[in-house]
């Protein structure tokens, strides 16, 4: 069997190419792309469930969905099949940064931060908790405030984007087009800081700490 195909023990939080074992088999878990499906998706994704799973569909509290009662021998196909969809990551370390959860009612520059955020971790090097999450909270009101996330793009009172991590009351100011990096930066000090241990950690757990990021203190939410 490859590492691939390995479920993890129950508690830790799964992906699609890092399945958990559950009582009706492995659960699959799918984060989708800036939290949005086409129609062509999610019938894919509804007759993958039925042919590979049990037929089972589970929606999170993160707005991610997951494939029930999956097999060792129906794992490979399924990640095929949901691959062809455009719904798989590169790898375990790829999928499990891309964790990022985004307003429901978002207009297309929330989606094309998320896409940019999505990218820049894609690309990084950061070896993240399972749980540790983004939020790209960028509509007219913010609706994220109440959803687990470590670090949180959102907009302040001006109506400009602020950069904050989950904890702190203020956020530093950011663009659209540096606040991607700045995420995957404050992601990197978090991991220096000790804020992960043995694989587990949440952002404001190492603020309550005493531990503050270097940012500027800039306006609220």
Request: proline share 6%; net charge positive.
């Amino acid at each position: 069997m490859s590492a691939v195909n390995t479920p993890r023990i129950k508690g830790w939080c799964p992906g699609a190419l890092r399945p958990m074992e559950s009582g009706d088999g492995w659960v699959v878990r799918l984060r989708a792309h800036g939290g949005r499906l086409t129609q062509h998706q999610a019938a894919g994704i509804a007759a993958a469930a039925q042919a590979h799973g049990n037929g089972l569909i589970d929606l999170t509290g993160r707005a991610n969905l997951q494939l029930r009662g999956v097999t060792p021998d129906s794992h490979g196909p399924l990640i095929a099949d949901l691959r062809a969809l455009g719904l798989i990551d590169a790898d375990i370390a790829a999928e499990t940064r891309r964790n990022i959860i985004v307003t429901p009612f978002a207009r297309a520059k929330t989606d094309t931060l998320a896409a940019a955020l999505a990218t820049a971790l894609a690309s990084s090097n950061l070896i993240l908790p399972a749980k540790f999450g983004f939020a790209v909270d960028t509509g007219a009101q913010r609706l994220l405030a109440d959803t687990p996330a470590d670090i949180r793009v959102e907009r302040d009172t001006q109506g400009g984007l602020i950069l904050r991590a989950d904890g702190m009351a203020t956020g530093a100011q950011v663009t659209a087009r540096n606040a991607p990096q700045a995420a995957v930066a404050l992601a990197a000090w978090f991991l220096s800081q000790g804020g992960a241990v043995g694989g587990r950690g949440r952002m404001a757990a190492l603020i309550r700490r005493g531990i503050r990021p270097p940012m500027p203190r800039g306006p609220q939410p």
